[in-house]
């Protein structure tokens, strides 16, 4: 059971998920707006935010920007089915997951699981890379002595890739691995989500040391 911030503009739409979630043994708490899951976020911080992407005012996409740009809290976006624009630009922006639109109330209370489980039962270890430090017992990752912030679904995909270093890994085997999803079509999670932990432990994103690319296969993590 985990407490949920559901912001969805449509009133039927917003009431019969909402519905559906608590019966699913969830506390959501349901705005209108992206002004006003922001508002109630800062007084109330949730274990998760479920965010339409066609929102009025501050679309979805603009309200996840917002929370990352100091909070991990987890993501899903809801986006309209075929909306590909949508779904990268909000991997992009930080979002863990996406859900197309109409929604089944049984496929977002499973991704809602599925975020939520990323950053338990990591083992325990600590290993350093240079200047890159990964603890995972305590579940933190620093850099030249100071804090990364990852999402706990960055955290998971850096674990997974640290894992087995030097070791090619699959888009495939990375999507079941992270977000335990089973359709490859969902692979953009991965290259998105790689730019992102890029972005926060490469010294140069755009020419990566770490993290490099096996074209036509995935990713592996080269250690220095």
């Known amino acids: 059971m985990a407490s949920i911030l559901f ?11 909402e519905l559906a979630l608590t019966r699913q043994g969830h506390r959501v708490t349901s705005r209108a707006t992206g002004e006003e899951g922001l508002e109630t976020l800062r007084a109330r911080r949730p274990e998760i ?39 990268v630009l909000g991997l992009e922006a930080g979002a863990d997951d996406y859900v197309v639109k109409p929604v089944e109330p049984r496929v977002l209370d499973a991704r809602i699981r599925a975020v939520l489980r990323r950053a338990e039962n990591a083992p325990a270890d600590r290993v350093a890379y240079g200047d890159l430090v990964i603890d995972r017992l305590a579940l933190k990752v620093t850099r030249g002595g100071r804090d990364v912030r990852l999402t706990p679904t960055e955290l998971r995909l850096l674990l997974e890739l640290t894992r ?4 090619t890994l699959t888009r495939r085997h ?31 994103p755009a020419e990566p040391r770490l993290i490099e690319t096996v074209r036509g296969f995935g990713y592996r993590f080269s250690p220095p």
Do not use: F, N
């Not at 309200?63 to 089915?81: F, G, N, S, Y």
């Not at 087995?164 to 070791?167: D, L, N, V």
């Open 7 to 17: 912001v969805e503009d449509d009133p039927s739409a917003r009431a019969a998920l």
């Open 49 to 87: 935010a479920v965010l339409d992407v066609m929102l009025p005012g501050l679309d979805g996409i603009e309200v996840c920007r917002r929370i990352r740009r100091d909070d991990t809290l987890p993501v899903i976006l809801l986006t309209a089915r075929g909306d590909d624009l949508d779904v």
């Open 164 to 167: 087995r270093p030097r070791q």
């Open 174 to 204: 990375l999507l079941a691995a992270v977000w335990e999803h089973t359709y490859p079509g969902d692979s953009r999670l991965v290259d998105a989500c790689v730019q992102r932990v890029r972005a926060k432990i490469e010294d140069e």
